[in-house]
């Protein structure tokens, strides 16, 4: 009774932490770290300083949790970029208690259902470490194909701001305000940087290390090229977007093509699962020897690795790059 409430409760825990994980930032904290930026440029030198030098002193000074994070995560510095990527705000130290609950939780069910110690662990570990890593990649993926989707429409508005005689600076904060999603959330974030003393440059350039996108790096390269050499940049950026429309129509041709591959290898490699499941239900025992003997332990994992190989190199033959 008592390790069956512990359980429920690690759930709720885990859960929990979940949701404060891929909460979205909050706006009252961003707007507060904003109107905080703009007192320390505009007001006095010594005031100013002074809360720069708090700023940066709480700012180094992270939690318990994060700090211990940093220490057992092998590249902080990597996976708080992929962190950052997903455009919410989630740390170290909620990733590593979301990821410590999972492979808590997880160890104790499948002890509890015979399996032994260290294997239970092992596999507690593995969807642990495998299912945030999953989730946060697919949040990466949704917001990068959703501001791929969008980046077109915002450079056709720089076209026509610039052609109505705006310079630059003001199309990125047009921009900002006129598209919805995480397009007009990443131009809001150079647009603020750029009112605090950043050069658009250097503002741009931070932003696209952090997408990773190649369609804004080309947009970055391009203004860089135009600042130094010179030319009509209303034509150049509209050549531009239609690259990057012709761009994801070649996606989506690939991806239309390469359709029946995908679907054969997802039935072959959802067989062996189904298969399994089905003798479970209707035999327990045979297959339930599979959680208690270790040989056969052994051999389910040897089975559940080289099917991992073969879906690792089914997956990279239809993954085709533009």
């Given at each position: 009774?008592?390790?069956?409430?512990?359980?429920?409760?690690?759930?709720?825990?885990?859960?929990?932490?979940?949701?404060?994980?891929?909460?979205?930032?909050?706006?009252?904290?961003a707007?507060?770290?904003?109107?905080e930026?703009i007192?320390?440029?505009?007001?006095?030198?010594?005031?100013?300083?002074?809360?720069?030098?708090?700023?940066?002193?709480?700012?180094?000074?992270?939690?318990?949790?994060?700090?211990?994070?940093?220490?057992?995560?092998?590249?902080?510095?990597?996976?708080?970029?992929?962190?950052?990527?997903?455009?919410?705000?989630?740390?170290?130290?909620?990733?590593?208690?979301?990821?410590?609950?999972i492979?808590?939780?997880?160890?104790?069910?499948?002890?509890?259902?015979?399996?032994?110690?260290?294997?239970?662990?092992?596999?507690?570990?593995?969807?642990?470490?495998?299912?945030?890593?999953?989730?946060?990649?697919?949040m990466?993926?949704?917001?990068?194909a959703?501001?791929?989707?969008?980046?077109?429409?915002?450079?056709?508005?720089?076209?026509?701001?610039?052609?109505?005689?705006?310079?630059?600076?003001?199309?990125?904060?047009?921009?900002?305000?006129?598209?919805?999603?995480?397009?007009?959330?990443?131009?809001?974030?150079?647009?603020d940087?750029?009112?605090?003393?950043?050069?658009?440059?250097?503002?741009?350039?931070?932003?696209?290390?952090?997408?990773?996108?190649?369609?804004?790096?080309?947009?970055?390269?391009?203004?860089?090229?135009?600042?130094?050499?010179?030319?009509?940049?209303?034509?150049?950026?509209?050549n531009?977007?239609?690259?990057l429309?012709?761009?994801?129509q070649?996606?989506?041709?690939?991806?239309?093509?390469?359709?029946?591959?995908?679907?054969?290898?997802?039935?072959?490699?959802?067989?062996?699962?189904?298969?399994?499941?089905?003798?479970?239900?209707?035999?327990?025992?045979?297959?339930?020897?599979?959680?208690?003997?270790q040989?056969?332990?052994?051999?389910?994992?040897?089975?559940?690795?080289?099917?991992?190989?073969?879906?690792?190199?089914?997956?990279?033959?239809?993954?085709?790059?533009?």
């Open positions: 009774m008592l390790l069956t409430i512990i359980i429920i409760l690690g759930g709720v825990a885990t859960l929990g932490l979940l949701v404060s994980a891929t909460r979205g930032p909050s706006p009252q904290k707007f507060k770290r904003r109107m930026m007192k320390e440029r505009h007001g006095d030198v010594i005031a100013a300083n002074a809360q720069a030098q708090i700023r940066k002193l709480f700012a180094n000074r992270n939690s318990r949790v994060e700090g211990l994070a940093s220490s057992i995560i092998p590249k902080p510095a990597l996976l708080r970029k992929r962190l950052e990527m997903t455009g919410r705000d989630i740390t170290l130290g909620k990733y590593a208690m979301v990821t410590l609950g492979a808590l939780v997880i160890a104790t069910l499948l002890m509890m259902k015979g399996m032994p110690f260290l294997l239970g662990i092992f596999l507690g570990l593995f969807v642990g470490i495998g299912l945030p890593h999953w989730v946060v990649g697919k990466i993926k949704r917001r990068v959703k501001f791929t989707s969008n980046f077109p429409d915002a450079i056709e508005l720089m076209v026509r701001g610039l052609r109505s005689g705006l310079p630059i600076t003001e199309t990125l904060g047009i921009v900002a305000g006129e598209i919805p999603g995480p397009v007009g959330v990443e131009f809001r974030m150079v647009a940087k750029m009112k605090i003393g950043r050069t658009m440059e250097a503002a741009l350039q931070e932003t696209a290390d952090r997408l990773g996108t190649p369609e804004f790096q080309f947009f970055v390269i391009t203004l860089a090229i135009q600042r130094e050499t010179g030319g009509n940049l209303a034509e150049t950026l509209s531009l977007a239609d690259v429309r012709k761009r994801a070649m996606k989506l041709k690939i991806r239309a093509m390469s359709s029946e591959s995908k679907a054969s290898a997802y039935i072959v490699g959802s067989l062996p699962f189904i298969v399994f499941t089905l003798v479970y239900l209707m035999n327990p025992d045979y297959m339930g020897k599979f959680f208690i003997d040989r056969l332990m052994v051999a389910g994992l040897g089975g559940l690795i080289w099917m991992s190989i073969g879906g690792f190199i089914m997956a990279k033959m239809v993954n085709f790059e533009i």
